[in-house]
């Protein structure tokens, strides 16, 4: 349904960097995708930035002695560079990549340290930052829009999340959204997973694009009938869904279908920087002591070097031989700062000189060294994609030509990432990038917020049910479970299944309604408890692998006057959009209880 508040936000907090962008809705019937598009404000310059045009902030802060934040973004790193190169940074603390930490787990090997010591490791430390760091964009972006003229509660906002997040993470987003100063409407707080938003911005803002094989070839991805794959390629996570287009009567207004399985993992840029870090550095710089004494005492330093291989990795490229391997055509050079000559003995220096290609003040990142620091991550992708295809063929059947692959996000600018697809799959596919790889989540979003329904179906990632009692079968139940009362035997515990791992659900419907009865005849309400598990059909909600996600509670209120098979109470859940919801009615009294089912936050 297109928003019925005139104006759309997007907010993008990514590992990496954060944006943000807005639009004007229009009138009731809106401007359309494409006009919308064309309408949107999206800032590309940043206080402190070095480069002229760039869609997001850094998404780092930099926290004075007390532990609270005195800057953000370029800015941040700016003023902490000035602290370190005056000796006076001791007491500060500059954190970058804190999102990733809202996963529990996920940090392993990845750099979420502030530079001081302070380790940003669990969601409950990540939190408060992330709450800062959404309101510095909430503030910003209703600055602007009530500059134009408009109130925020005429804003619907929207933030974007990683598709392979579960709902505690989304969970703990809408939170700090909320938090921050976003409404806690859910109609007006939108959650929108980023692949998606990425293959909406591909359908509207693009009619072809081109692909990665050359200037020649281009890719039709907007088709009705066409299919893609969407390989999001961010700065802590890799995200991979897979649509099919859909007309509609609208020529403009073309929707998706999820046809694939959300899949991904942790294997984002930032994961090939550590791996430089932990694997080149250390040894190039005489161990893991040095690198920390580096980190320490000239972190801006550390933080200049980190920027020269950054640039070198995303210019990497290789040759394909008469075998069909890939060489690496060059080392990547990494020049140290003049700042380290006096944390360097005169042993580290003779042995960087001594490499090929080495001299004292450079490091040299050899081809085989360049092609393991990658492989470490593209290794695990590409089978993903394996996974992603073979998901695709069957659920949508063979295609009818090399499949589509859409990549977008900061890493999808590495030339290697694309040779390295191109080699694994050739002929069988065909890369695709937009002209903006990096604001295709960002644009996506305000798309998705202006009109959720633009993704039609999405396929569901658990079995969810509730917990119901059902007649006793002996012999098969466990009497451990067994309950008599009212002239029946029942079993208790039993999976109430509203939807099936796999299931096509569609955008803004529910299933059931589901009717039930309370088990006894003094219950004044009946409380429902939501349960998901990774298997098709489980018999009892303590199956291994069933975890509680949420509870409901109805009040019976006058229906408690009625024989007890009366007492009808139906239930739905709506899981179409990127949250689950959950609706119960009283059938007598016409009462009705809505709730976004909450998820243990794990902190």
Request: with cysteine.
């Amino acid at each position: 349904m297109i928003s019925p508040y005139p104006i759309v936000a997007a907010i993008d907090f990514g590992t990496h960097g954060t944006g943000y962008a807005w639009a004007e809705v229009g009138d009731e019937h809106g401007p359309g995708p494409r006009g919308l598009d064309r309408n949107t404000q999206i800032r590309e310059q940043w206080d402190g930035s070095r480069s002229d045009y760039y869609v997001k902030d850094l998404s780092t802060v930099l926290l004075g002695p007390s532990g609270e934040p005195t800057a953000w973004g370029h800015r941040a790193m700016l003023d902490w560079t000035a602290l370190a190169r005056a000796g006076r940074h001791t007491n500060h603390t500059y954190i970058h990549g804190f999102k990733m930490a809202l996963k529990p787990g996920s940090t392993a090997g990845a750099p979420v340290l502030g530079i001081t010591g302070t380790t940003i490791d669990t969601p409950a430390k990540a939190y408060p930052l992330v709450v800062g760091s959404l309101r510095r964009m909430y503030e910003i972006v209703r600055e602007e829009v009530e500059g134009s003229g408009y109130l925020e509660r005429q804003i619907r906002w929207c933030v974007t999340i990683p598709a392979i997040w579960d709902e505690a993470e989304k969970q703990l987003m809408r939170d700090a959204a909320v938090e921050a100063g976003m409404p806690a409407d859910h109609d007006r707080l939108i959650l929108a997973r980023e692949p998606e938003a990425a293959a909406l911005y591909c359908q509207i803002h693009l009619a072809r694009v081109i692909a990665a094989r050359g200037e020649s070839t281009t890719a039709e991805v907007t088709r009705a009938g066409s299919r893609f794959m969407v390989v999001d390629c961010g700065g802590g996570t890799v995200d991979i869904t897979a649509y099919r287009v859909v007309a509609t009567a609208h020529a403009d207004r073309r929707r998706l279908v999820e046809i694939g399985k959300v899949s991904g993992g942790k294997l984002g840029s930032e994961y090939i920087n550590q791996a430089f870090v932990d694997d080149i550095l250390t040894d190039r710089l005489g161990g893991r002591q040095v690198v920390e004494r580096i980190r320490r005492e000239r972190p801006d330093a550390l933080l200049e070097i980190m920027q020269i291989w950054e640039s070198g990795k995303l210019s990497v490229s290789a040759t394909r031989g008469p075998d069909d391997e890939l060489t690496i055509d060059q080392p990547v050079y990494v020049t140290l700062p003049r700042d380290l000559d006096e944390l360097l003995t005169d042993d580290i220096r003779k042995s960087l000189a001594a490499r090929p290609g080495g001299s004292e003040s450079r490091i040299v990142v050899t081809t085989e060294e360049v092609r393991r620091l990658f492989d470490n991550v593209l290794r695990d992708l590409v089978e993903l994609v394996d996974v992603q295809l073979a998901a695709m063929r069957q659920r949508d059947g063979a295609p009818d030509g090399p499949e589509q692959v859409l990549l977008v996000g900061g890493l999808s600018g590495a030339q290697y990432l694309r040779q390295r697809l191109l080699s694994h799959f050739g002929d069988t596919v065909t890369l695709v990038r937009t002209t903006n790889p990096v604001g295709a989540v960002l644009r996506g979003a305000v798309l998705l917020g202006y009109d959720p329904e633009l993704i039609i179906s999405r396929r569901s990632r658990y079995t969810y049910g509730c917990n119901v009692a059902l007649p006793f079968e002996p012999g098969r139940d466990p009497v451990a479970k067994r309950l008599e009362g009212q002239g029946r035997v029942m079993c208790n515990d039993r999976f109430h299944r509203f939807v099936r791992i796999g299931d096509t659900v569609d955008t803004g419907g529910t299933s059931g309604p589901s009717p039930f009865i309370p088990l006894q005849p003094t219950q004044d309400s009946v409380t429902f408890r939501f349960f998901r598990t990774l298997a098709e059909d489980p018999r009892y909600i303590d199956d291994e692998g069933c975890e509680q996600i949420g509870t409901l509670s109805v009040e019976l209120g006058t229906a408690m006057s009625l024989p007890l098979t009366q007492r009808l109470v139906q239930v739905r859940l709506g899981f179409g959009g990127s949250e689950i919801s959950a609706r119960a009615v009283n059938t007598h009294t016409g009462a009705e209880l809505d709730t976004t089912l909450r998820f243990d936050s794990s902190y």
